[in-house]
């Protein structure tokens, strides 16, 4: 007779290990009523159950740093600082958009140009960094950078953040599941939604990943990247290819804090994350 062997439960590897919400494109002002509109989101998301473990921010933290003065930059960051500390209790992590950049022409020569002011702000060692929580990992992208011309930007990782992601997904085990944000997305069908198409769509560098092909081949050697997520479009879509789940949420401004953009209201992230590399999410109307 065959000795009895423990029992193992499948349903716990189903069960959620981490419960994360994923807010993006907050674009905070001291306008069109945006700080209490912030804060309803935040207390919505904290009112949760289950609770809420930690909170992903995509980018686009600041309304624009891009050509403002320092002062107005001061005002945008201090209002996210206060709103932050006073307003929610849970860990937050940052991803870095286009408009928390100080691309003023006329600032090159400051210390803060660039994105230096918002690492600062935000105290990251690097605009690109990982974690693990939770038996999972999260990889937090860069994905702005200037165009060739210097002028304005492009969605994409550059050379030293792409081996850096090669090292970083080599050195995770294959049994720990990886979730990716970046603020642009790597992959969406978002562009082809144009007003008055005649016979071709027009896409621009900087709202999808430029280096969406390497990305991608590099997922398809790492099999344990289950989910990657993003924002900067202000809208909502799901895309599945090679067993990767490309999720670009909509914005907590909206139509910056105008309204509905398109189709996707205000709102947040909501992910449930279990230990076997599976998850539920939806889209939540704060």
């Known amino acids: 007779m065959l000795p009895t062997l423990p029992a193992i439960s499948l349903a716990a590897d189903k069960k959620p290990v981490l419960r994360v919400a994923h807010i993006t494109d907050v674009h905070l002002k001291n306008q069109f009523n945006a700080p209490a509109r912030f804060v309803k989101c935040l207390h919505h998301l904290q009112a949760q159950s289950p609770k809420v473990d930690l909170v992903l921010n995509g980018g686009d933290i600041v309304f624009d740093m891009n050509k403002e003065n320092i002062g107005t930059i001061n005002d945008q960051w201090k209002l996210v600082g206060d709103t932050m500390k006073s307003e929610c209790s849970l860990p937050v992590r940052y991803c870095l958009g286009n408009h928390d950049i100080w691309w003023n022409e006329n600032t090159k020569g400051d ?69 990716v944000m970046s603020h642009i997305p790597i ?23 430029t280096d969406t092909a390497k990305i991608i081949n590099l997922f398809y050697q790492h099999p344990n990247v289950k989910l990657c997520l993003s924002g900067h479009l202000h809208m909502r879509d799901k895309v599945v290819y090679n067993g990767v789940t490309y999720i670009c949420n909509g914005a907590v401004s909206g139509a910056w804090w105008e309204g509905n953009r398109r189709e996707t209201a205000p709102g947040y992230g909501l992910i449930d994350l279990c230990a076997d590399g599976s998850f539920d999410e939806k889209y939540v109307n704060y």
Request: glycine share 6%.
């Open 111 to 179: 210390v803060f140009y660039g994105k230096k002011y918002a690492i600062d702000k935000l105290q990251l060692l690097k605009p690109y960094y990982s974690l693990v929580q939770n038996g999972w990992k999260i990889i937090v992208l860069d994905s702005t950078h200037l165009d060739i011309d210097s002028t304005w930007y492009i969605g994409k990782l550059g050379e030293e953040q792409l081996i850096w992601l090669k090292d970083e997904l080599e050195t995770t085990s294959a049994e720990m599941p990886v979730m």
């Open 187 to 209: 992959l969406t069908a978002l562009l082809m939604i144009e007003d008055d198409i005649v016979n071709k769509w027009t896409m621009l560098g900087g709202d999808m990943h």
